[in-house]
């Protein structure tokens, strides 16, 4: 089988079931687990699949840039942040991380809601003029990708924040990788405003679950629970399930 055709058929495979696994698929075909490994690098360095342990999954659009995500299941973001409004009680002190989905729940919030937003976000931060809310900026070198604050500025400024509520995004929400994002040190940062609270809830649209990103932020049971719009979950939404995760479903039921 010539290289191109392998490729045609492992991702026909991972659109059919949104995994590989290249022991299966190499006894399938009749070629070697290194043929199949050595097809899956080149795949992965595309953009085109996240290699994970025994083979791959499906590579997550949400680790496109700030601009591009932006236009990525508008809908599915904004049912999450209705449904994440609900945490936020008045009083409150919580963490917004920054991305196109807290973004709509900052613009589904009510003006006169009286809490303390902290957020490594200018673009959230920004949004937040006209509301009653106290706001407090955690600055640091600016990742452009995801227009937040990283660094050692803003890990140190994060470390002094006692918060009750982080509401964090990732690019990938699957049982078998966890919650996943595509840069190493956006994945720290993630970490460490979550170590300053005393709940984290993901915010996932549904073009993240059953998806992965190379790095890590954390296992599921790392986090209070997740806010999913469950539209076409599938098969990766049910993995999820049996992990026990609390899940509250967009638009649906806790």
Do not use: C
Request: charged share 25%; aromatic share 2%; glycine share 10%.
């Amino acid at each position: 089988m010539w290289a191109a055709e392998r490729r045609d058929v492992l991702l026909e495979r991972l659109r059919r079931d949104g995994r590989i696994v290249a022991k299966e698929i190499a006894v399938e075909l009749g070629l070697s687990e290194d043929s199949i490994r050595r097809d899956l690098r080149e795949l992965a360095s595309e953009g085109l699949l996240t290699r994970v342990y025994g083979g791959a999954v499906s590579a997550s659009p949400a680790v496109a840039d700030y601009a591009t995500r932006a236009d990525i299941a508008t809908d599915s973001k904004r049912r999450v942040a209705a449904a994440a409004l609900d945490l936020l009680q008045p009083g409150a002190t919580v963490i917004l991380d920054g991305g196109t989905t807290t973004l709509d729940l900052v613009r589904l919030l009510p003006t006169t809601l009286e809490l303390t937003i902290v957020t490594h976000s200018p673009t959230i931060a920004a949004a937040l003029l006209e509301h009653d809310a106290d706001v407090i900026l955690i600055g640091g070198r600016l990742f452009k990708h995801s227009a937040v604050a990283m660094g050692a500025a803003a890990v140190e400024s994060a470390s002094r924040v006692n918060a009750d509520l982080f509401l964090l995004g990732v690019t990938g929400i699957r049982a078998s990788t966890g919650l996943t994002t595509g840069d190493p040190e956006e994945a720290a940062m993630k970490r460490v405003l979550a170590s300053r609270a005393a709940e984290t809830w993901v915010l996932g649209s549904g073009e993240k679950i059953g998806a992965a990103s190379p790095h890590q932020v954390l296992p599921l049971d790392g986090v209070s629970g997740l806010v999913l719009d469950v539209t076409g979950g599938g098969e990766a939404l049910a993995d999820l399930r049996e992990t026990g995760t609390r899940i509250v479903e967009a638009g649906g039921r806790a």
